[in-house]
């Protein structure tokens, strides 16, 4: 099979969001846990923003659109349950349906915040360009960018900076150019990453220094990969960059998990071995899962025929 640079980004973007979620990692290194959380899942949703295609019915869509929901209760749903019984970072207290509903469907729970802002964006998306008729691209996107400020200013289940991203995402689609002709990938893109990382106060550039670090993240990743000599290697990163949805469900899993093999690497103090060993375990324990529902036909509560592309 075929892999594109979108795969190889992918890739990369799901192994950080699986560190990041290494709790020994993230006391060790709460510095480069902070500078990845700043601009990483915004390069994501600009990725996400490019892939979907609302040149669909309504049915389609929907189911689309359901593909991503039913994964997401149930995720944070259990994620929920998980943290009344163990000590999780920003769990909840009680298992109560309002608090529940509340967790679901405002405040959300873990990592799957991202799935949610992946719907809500997606039904303005589709909505704005669909039913509003013959008017043009830019009307469209006019519209499309109101209703995202609109929500994310008027409710709390949409953050600003994450809609632009998704925003910037549809517009570069619009552009019908494929994603690596817009953002060419370049080794020299890592020099701005560079200069913005080693800048104390890059958090004060808010909205400019996250966008630098994605574009040019988005930029010389691609390129790095592929420099590896390997096509086995490089077969393994697109494969793992195609099937991110089902790491990005299960891997926290093996990262609450990760926590009890901790003892077996006190002889690795800067914690680095724990963190490729947690990763590793994680993103190949995920698509296992995944495996086994296909291979089971239970996908299905997933809203899916199945989950491995």
Aim: include cysteine; charged fraction near 10%; charge should be positive.
């Amino acid at each position: 099979m075929k892999y594109n640079n979108i795969d190889y980004q992918r890739c990369v973007l799901i192994c950080m969001v699986v560190m990041i979620h290494i709790v020994n990692f993230s006391t060790l290194y709460p510095d480069v846990k902070n500078f990845i959380n700043f601009f990483f899942m915004q390069a994501f949703l600009l990725i996400t923003g490019y892939l979907v295609n609302i040149r669909k019915t309504y049915k389609k869509f929907a189911s689309y659109i359901m593909k991503i929901l039913i994964p997401y209760i149930i995720m944070v749903t259990g994620y929920a349950f998980v943290s009344t019984l163990l000590p999780v970072r920003d769990g909840v207290n009680e298992f109560t349906i309002p608090i529940i509903l509340n967790t679901i469907f405002v405040t959300s729970i873990g990592p799957y915040w991202f799935l949610y802002t992946m719907a809500i964006c997606g039904v303005i998306y589709y909505l704005t360009f669909n039913l509003v008729g013959k008017w043009s691209i830019m009307g469209k996107l006019c519209l499309f960018a109101t209703f995202l400020m609109l929500v994310s200013q008027y409710t709390p289940v949409l953050n600003s900076t994450n809609a632009a991203f998704y925003f910037t995402g549809v517009c570069l689609r619009l552009s019908e150019k494929r994603l690596d002709e817009i953002i060419k990938p370049s080794l020299w893109s890592i020099l701005p990453f560079i200069a913005i990382a080693s800048f104390p106060n890059y958090k004060n550039w808010n909205f400019l220094a996250v966008t630098i670090l994605a574009l040019s993240f988005l930029s010389f990743v691609p390129k790095l990969i592929q420099s590896i000599n390997n096509k086995k290697v490089l077969g393994i990163i697109g494969y793992i960059g195609r099937n991110t949805l089902p790491i990005y469900l299960f891997h926290p899993i093996f990262t609450m998990g990760g926590k009890l093999a901790l003892p077996l690497f006190h002889f690795d103090k800067s914690g680095g071995v724990h963190t490729v060993f947690t990763i590793a375990v994680s993103i190949i324990g995920s698509i296992a899962i995944a495996a086994i529902l296909d291979k089971c036909h239970l996908s299905y509560i997933f809203a899916r025929e199945r989950f491995l592309r």
